[in-house]
């Protein structure tokens, strides 16, 4: 089982042939992908039978996506970066589930982590499988970007609200 990035959207797929450099795969919405290996973002410790049913490794899949979507909801950026912050480092991906979780680290806590962190990008930098805590001015600086987006939007959508209750009260002018 492996992870790979699609239109800004983390995929979890099976390999179901291998090819030179190239990937065949089947993915958690039950489609036929081929892919570069260079774009995979993380490669489970976890494998599924060769003799499984295409429906059963779909369904598979979709269990392990909820599975780690669970875990996801587990982790606290804000808190994990007030740990960690100060240091100035970047942290791997099997340290960073280190502090995340208690138990042992699976493929399972690593997508985890990859989830919360390509969702919220406010704390810390992500790359690939590493991660540096961002430092507190640049904390600010993105809340309150993201704080001036949110005013945006609501802006535009009370704008496009009156203007489409103003557009719907008014009658046709006669001709």
Known sequence: IIEYIDQ??????AVADVKGKRLRLITESDKEVSLSASRISLTSDDALSESASRSTM???LKATVA???????????KELWELLNEEGEWIDLTTMAEYCFSEAVTSDHKSA???AFFENR?????DHDRFLPYTPEQV???LAKTR????RHKDITDAAASLKGTL???HPAPC
Request: aromatic content about 8%; charged content about 40%.
């Open 8 to 13: 800004q959207k983390l995929i979890c797929a």
């Open 168 to 170: 719907g009260h008014q």
């Open 122 to 126: 406010t704390w810390f930098k992500f």
């Open 58 to 60: 779909v369904e598979a």
């Open 113 to 115: 982590i990859i989830r």
């Open 148 to 151: 001036e987006e949110e005013r």
């Open 67 to 77: 599975r780690r979507e669970s875990l996801k909801q587990e982790i606290d950026l």
């Open 140 to 142: 600010e600086q993105m």
